[in-house]
């Protein structure tokens, strides 16, 4: 073609070249383009569930904002500036999508589009490859695919700016997700980013890509506010187990007087151990803070457990009120240095009233063995007698894989109720029953798992390690028992050559023909694993989310 200035028509004789040669190249079948309107849907699927799950994390903010605007009024006031820069790059991209439908589908947009939603199974012209160039490239590579690359490199070079490299996990996912790089082609020959993703395709396939390019600003946005919400308690101690606590000012009451106690959910770390010094304390106000130091130069230093609680043992010898107090010393998460805490309390040495305590947590689960300590201050363990008003209460330890949990009694809780009562009596000395009092617990049922293949439940995975594997897994994250899961059935749907195959098994195990599957998949190929079911603990059947993979 002439290197002058081409006319109109000079310009549209070229165009039509270049889409029959790369029609000729493509050489795309009809039932391949059709498959393209399978992964559109997959895709907006995984574009709700993330517009479900980035909302949680905004009311997340907006409660921590409500509890403290100081420390965490800031990092919300950034989140929502990247839910805004996010909205605005998903709505333009979705306004392309709409822009080429209607071209296409002229006389018949209306039964395609509802609203701002593309029904992509109505959509006919699936294979017209010239709306999408001429919208998106341009007869003078003047397209709108042009300005929409300037928009997501802009929307990029924002949340890489937000991370202000305190996030490299975070910012190496959004650099690779949301990568704008010329292509190098399979002959060698590179392409620019809007030619490779956009010229001469199917419309079908140029709205699912442009669906997966929303999928990835959804996905960048998840991983910048995760990161924010992370960064509101950077600096502040971590603690890992929540312990029910009750702490009254004396357990012994005399008929006629009040007795009265705090109760309150207590925190602790048990990757720290601390120290917890006993004695008189001195305190020094500089800059503004307090700071305490020890009277004594040895102080007493009482022994830590291994769930991380100081063990005080004192034998008095006299009756009444008695107090005492000291320090606990943790180190810093900020720059490792000891930060002391102040305490002070008081007992009465005088027969208290009944202790019942879950060893591991507040809340009894349904169709587990749940560990109880059950102990009254001066009666003998054989002669306590405890009930549960809903399930089962009995003697006994609990284990859980190589785990034995303290508590000499076990719960099990029934399905029926959203609490239960354990009551407490004793066997007197003349045989009558004391009563000794009633506790309330919290019923609930065991967290669902998560469905993972060689320990991954989303991301890569290389074809030999996938190939290898027996079947799936259902594991509880971050529990406190080592609960089990089985799997009971799946499928496994691979897109090769543009089409979907899928095969469902009974059980946990891949079957031989979900093998032949996997067995097909190539580097960059994509395997999903849906319809996962698994039975637990309490006899119900779950669906779990799928797991999808990419083989590299």
Do not use: C
């Not at 609203?115 to 012209?125: D, L, M, S, Y």
């Not at 003078?140 to 996030?167: H, Q, S, V």
């Not at 082609?185 to 590179?190: I, T």
């Not at 259902?474 to 496994?492: N, P």
Request: charged content about 25%; aromatic content about 8%.
């Amino acid at each position: 073609m002439a290197h002058g200035k081409e006319t109109p028509r000079q310009k549209m004789i070229g165009m039509m070249y270049l889409v029959l040669t790369a029609l000729l190249a493509l050489n795309v079948s009809k039932e391949a383009v059709e498959a393209f309107k399978l992964i559109d849907e997959s895709l907006n699927k995984t574009i709700a569930n993330f517009n479900v799950k980035n909302n949680l994390t905004y009311e997340e903010f907006d409660r921590a904002a409500a509890e403290n605007p100081v420390k965490a009024g800031p990092w919300r006031n950034q989140a929502y500036d990247v839910k805004e820069r996010s909205k605005e790059v998903f709505d333009l991209i979705q306004e392309l999508k709409l822009e080429i439908v209607r071209e296409a589908e002229k006389g018949h947009a209306e039964e395609v589009i509802e609203g701002n939603i593309i029904h992509t199974r109505e959509i006919e012209k699936i294979d017209d490859n010239n709306t999408p160039s001429e919208i998106l490239i341009g007869s003078d590579n003047n397209g709108k695919a042009y300005a929409l690359k300037a928009a997501i490199e802009e929307y990029r070079a924002f949340l890489i700016e937000t991370l202000d490299g305190k996030g490299p996990t975070a910012a190496e996912s959004i650099e690779s997700s949301l990568n704008t790089e010329d292509f190098k082609e399979k002959d060698g020959k590179v392409s620019t980013w809007e030619y490779h993703n956009f010229h001469t395709l199917p419309l079908v396939a140029v709205v699912a890509v442009l669906s997966k390019m929303q999928n990835d600003v959804k996905n960048a946005e998840a991983e910048t506010i995760n990161f924010l919400f992370s960064m509101i308690d950077v600096g502040s101690f971590k603690f890992n187990k929540l312990v029910p606590t009750v702490i009254s000012k004396t357990n012994y009451v005399q008929q006629g007087s009040e007795y009265s106690a705090e109760v309150f959910i207590a925190a602790t770390d048990t990757t720290q151990k601390p120290n917890i010094l006993v004695g008189e304390i001195d305190s020094t106000l500089v800059d503004g803070v307090w700071q305490y130091t020890m009277k004594s130069a040895n102080p007493e230093k009482i022994p830590i457990d291994s769930r991380g609680r100081g063990i005080y043992t004192v034998s008095p010898s006299s009756l009444g009120d008695k107090e005492w107090g000291g320090l606990i010393q943790l180190i810093s998460p900020m720059d490792g240095s000891m930060v002391s805490y102040p305490f002070q309390a008081e007992y009465q040495v005088a027969p208290p009233t009944v202790v019942v305590s879950p060893t591991a947590m507040n809340i009894l689960y349904i169709g587990l063995d749940n560990p109880i300590d059950i102990s009254v201050p001066g009666v003998t363990p054989d002669n306590i007698r405890a009930s549960i008003s809903n399930g089962s209460l009995s003697k006994g330890r609990v284990r859980y894989g190589n785990r034995t949990y303290p508590g000499s009694w076990v719960a099990k809780p029934r399905i029926g109720s959203n609490q239960t009562q354990i009551t407490v009596t004793s066997v007197k000395e003349d045989g009558t029953m004391q009563r000794h009092g009633t506790i309330t617990f919290r019923v609930r049922k065991p967290p669902p798992p998560i469905a993972k293949i060689a320990g991954k439940k989303s991301g890569n995975i290389s074809l030999p390690e996938l190939t290898s594997q027996i079947g799936l897994a259902a594991e509880v994250e971050d529990f406190e028992f080592d609960i089990k899961y089985q799997v009971t059935s799946f499928k496994v749907g691979v897109i090769s050559r543009g089409l979907l195959s899928e095969e469902a098994s009974s059980s946990y195990r891949l079957t031989d023909a979900q093998k032949g599957l996997l067995a097909q998949l190539r580097r960059g190929n994509m395997v999903q694993f849906t319809e996962i079911r698994a039975v637990g603990p309490t006899g119900e059947t779950l669906e779990l989310p799928a797991i999808v993979l990419k083989i590299n």
